[in-house]
């Protein structure tokens, strides 16, 4: 969780591993596309700055958050992977259609990575407002695609050796 007092997209102490011989789709939301582009470009630096290979990371875009769930599903069906990052971004309006969504995209998933039992990686802003999205794209927060990224090199690799 990012705090105001610092940037959180800091792997310096980690040991994130190799990712060479990994495949990876990124399933991103055209919605918010400012945020979601930011995410993407932090998400695919950091799989190639960790090794990946451009040729072993697919893309694949969806309309919004909520389809990721089946980007996701998709992703996995047809392909052999180690691991696909989602992103997106929901922001809070006026309506309880932020709850609703937020809650349907996290738990489904949830549930396309326990369908395949492979890492499916949630790096789904969901935020109070645009300042705080952008704080997180590449903003004073680091950039949570960076970190979706580097969690699916290290849930790939697990998964991999086990």
């Known amino acids: 969780m990012s705090s105001s007092l610092k940037n959180l997209s800091d792997f310096s102490h980690l040991a994130v ?22 995410l993407l470009n932090g998400a695919y630096q950091g799989l190639l700055n960790h090794g990946a290979k451009e040729e072993n990371i697919e893309l694949i875009e969806v309309p919004g958050s909520y ?13 052999e992977l180690d ?15 932020f709850d609703f ?17 492979k890492p ?5 802003l969901t935020t109070d407002n645009e300042q705080q999205a952008l704080d997180r ?3 004073k927060h680091g ?11 290290q849930m790939g690799l697990i998964h991999k050796n086990h």
Not at 17 to 33: R, T
């Open 17 to 38: 591993g190799n990712a060479e011989n990994l495949k990876f789709a990124i399933v991103v939301s055209q919605w918010n596309a400012q945020i979601t582009g930011a």
């Open 137 to 139: 794209a590449g903003g």
């Open 101 to 117: 969504i937020c809650d349907a995209v996290a738990n489904g998933i949830a549930q396309v990575g326990i369908k395949y039992n």
């Open 120 to 124: 499916v990686i949630f790096g789904v």
């Open 83 to 97: 691991a696909v990052i989602t992103l997106g971004c929901v922001i809070q309006g006026e309506t309880r259609h």
């Open 67 to 79: 389809e990721l769930i089946s980007g996701s599903d998709i992703a996995l069906r047809n392909k």
């Open 143 to 153: 950039n949570k695609g960076e970190e979706a990224a580097i969690t699916a090199i």
